[in-house]
């Protein structure tokens, strides 16, 4: 089991930059598969990111692929997600997910979550 805390949220304007990070507690984080997951005002939860437990191979939603990018530090148990070039669309609250040795591709597929931590994008 793993237990997930996010910080880094924020307001930012169009075109600017924040990074994300998830602190896990536990002792097998290496054996997770972690990602990010938003949910905007009055919408659902979506998939926005994923990076796999052994390869670090990493995934995206098509719409934040080139602009955010996730990467994890096992030594630190810590997974982060660095966006660029956000846009208003982007609002939401970021959860960070983590699945024990399976890829996070989708919501149903994610086993833990975090509380969550606010982005919001103004013009």
């Known amino acids: 089991q793993v237990h997930l805390v996010e910080s880094g949220g924020g307001l930012v304007q169009t075109g600017g930059s924040l990074r994300l990070s998830c602190a896990a507690s536990g002792r097998t984080f290496s054996s997770y598969d972690m990602g990010w997951v938003r949910q905007a005002p009055g919408k659902e939860r979506e998939f926005v990111a994923g990076i796999d437990s052994n390869v670090h191979y990493t995934y995206y939603k098509d719409s934040v692929k080139g602009r955010f990018t996730i990467s994890r530090d096992n030594a630190k148990n810590t997974v982060y997600l660095q966006m660029n070039s956000l846009k208003p669309e982007d609002t939401a609250d970021y959860y960070c997910?983590?699945?024990?040795?399976?890829?996070?591709?989708?919501?149903?597929?994610?086993?833990?979550w975090g509380q969550g931590t606010q982005v919001t994008v103004s013009s």
């Open positions: 997910a983590a699945r024990y040795r399976g890829r996070i591709v989708s919501t149903i597929a994610v086993e833990y």
